[in-house]
């Protein structure tokens, strides 16, 4: 893939996201769909968030629909 060991590392880790530059080399030389990376690293990052901040935003914002 032409990175680092530590990079490759970090992203396993979960210690950095799947960069769109990673999803590329990834794809290029894995066949693993690059796009698909990114998606499931937007997936990830916004359960994160959801789950990190749910009661406060239950507090902070009017449901409207």
Known sequence: M???KAGLSDV?????GV???FAQRAQY???IPGDLLIR????????????A???ALR????VIA
């Open 59 to 62: 507090k902070e914002v009017r």
């Open 12 to 16: 396993i880790r979960q210690r950095k």
């Open 40 to 51: 499931l690293q937007a997936q990830f990052d916004f359960q994160k968030a959801h789950h």
């Open 29 to 31: 030389s894995l066949g």
């Open 2 to 4: 032409a990175i680092s």
């Open 19 to 21: 960069s769109a530059n």
């Open 53 to 55: 901040r749910e009661g």
